[in-house]
């Protein structure tokens, strides 16, 4: 007779989550490459993020002289602050709190988060990402908004401080496809979870 303290030790064993069906394959291991990816798009959004806040502090060496308004200040430290926010959103793709909602969480504890519910936004994100990285790439090279301020220039175009611009803000470009492919891996490995042994040829 099997009792429950080995069921328990053999599911562990196989991988497979205490409680889950039967017939249910060991829960598919995130790639060492995904999790790699999820940890770097953070760091491409904090260069970005640093230069804004050095703008506002007047030390990124361009338009230090500027006259803020009451709100621009807040509005480009928060800029920072959630885009930094929403990087590391990207860690769920690959960390349990991804698949499964936290057990410190009222009613929902341990509950599985549906697939669609991750990938559908994460998608969304991932495409609207690339489109403005597309459009801040071509607006610096062809000039399609006005300029922002009275000197005449929105952003510098030479010397020091546009080559800190251009730097800090290049790595956003990873952004948008590094997310793209986590959503993509996060789906395939969800559903390979989710699809019963008999039905899903065994790895190798």
Not at 50 to 75: I, K
Not at 85 to 108: M, N, T
Request: net charge positive; hydrophobic share 50%; aromatic share 8%.
């Amino acid at each position: 007779m099997t009792t429950p303290i080995r069921a328990t030790a053999a599911a562990t064993a196989a991988g497979m989550p205490v409680g889950a069906p039967a017939g249910r394959r060991a829960v598919e291991p995130v790639p060492r490459w995904a999790v790699h990816a999820a940890h770097a798009i953070p760091l491409c959004v904090l260069p970005s993020g640093l230069w804004r806040v050095a703008l506002v502090l007047g030390l990124a060496g361009y338009d230090a002289d500027y006259q803020w308004a009451v709100w621009e200040r807040p509005y480009v430290i928060g800029l920072s602050v959630v885009s930094e926010g929403l990087a590391l959103l990207a860690l769920g793709l690959v960390r349990p709190w991804g698949e499964v909602v936290p057990g410190w969480v009222p009613k929902l504890g341990g509950r599985r988060i549906p697939v669609p519910a991750v990938v559908i936004p994460s998608a969304l994100g991932a495409a609207l990402i690339m489109m403005l990285c597309a459009y801040g790439v071509l607006n610096q090279i062809f000039g399609f908004v006005e300029p922002l301020n009275e000197n005449g220039e929105g952003f510098p175009t030479s010397g020091p401080a546009a080559w800190a611009l251009w730097t800090t803000y290049a790595p956003l470009l990873a952004w948008g496809p590094l997310l793209t492919i986590l959503t993509v891996a996060y789906h395939r490995r969800r559903r390979a979870d989710d699809a019963p042994a008999a039905i899903r040829p065994e790895a190798g």
